[in-house]
């Protein structure tokens, strides 16, 4: 992450590319129902329709209509630590990233999801989540995704790509 793209999606808001937190996910001692919060976003994100990465800015508040104000956190996570949270409850590996991102006197933490192939659920119950529920981020809300939205996730990644003529 650099500054500029940090600045401009200060700028945007919640979608299904873009989620604000103002405070940290609770992770350290937290309970299997505060943690299935995190673990929630990280596989909505991975599993939404879109084009671009994804991202997750804590420590910022939405202000719609305007400038998103950077408030920062105290609090970070440490990457591999969620990895291998997130990553031993999926069926399969899901590719994400946490960084400490430093912002004038303040330091916000960062999650970033790559577009990938899916979908991703959880190979059993979890706190508030339940095994083999796709959840997928629409809009700026998160939701179980519906048998036919789970079934194109597999015919988009099935499907050869068209071959461009310049």
């Known amino acids: 992450m650099d500054v500029q793209l940090f600045e401009s999606l200060l700028y945007r ?5 873009l989620d604000f937190k103002v405070d940290q996910y609770s992770f350290e001692k937290a309970t299997d129902e505060e943690k299935s919060e995190l673990l929630k976003d990280i596989l909505a994100f991975a599993n939404a329709w879109r084009d671009s990465d ?3 800015l804590i420590g ?3 202000n719609r209509g305007t400038k998103a104000a ?3 956190v105290t609090k970070q996570l440490e990457d591999h630590a969620v990895h291998e949270f997130v990553n031993g409850k999926t069926q399969k590996p899901v ?4 960084e400490v991102f430093p912002f004038g006197a303040m330091q916000c933490g960062i999650i970033q999801v790559p577009v990938q192939e899916r979908p991703f659920y959880l190979r059993k119950d979890f706190g508030r989540l339940k095994a083999n ?3 997928i981020r629409r809009g700026s809300a ?3 995704a519906t048998p036919d939205e789970i079934a194109d996730m597999g015919k988009r ?3 050869p790509p068209v071959p461009a003529f310049i």
Do not use: N
């Open 95 to 98: 590719t994400f990233s946490y």
């Open 54 to 56: 994804a991202h997750i």
């Open 133 to 135: 529920e796709v959840y």
């Open 70 to 72: 950077v408030l920062g």
């Open 157 to 159: 990644l099935s499907t």
């Open 142 to 144: 998160t939701g179980k």
């Open 13 to 17: 808001g919640e979608s299904e590319t």
């Open 60 to 62: 910022v508040q939405e």
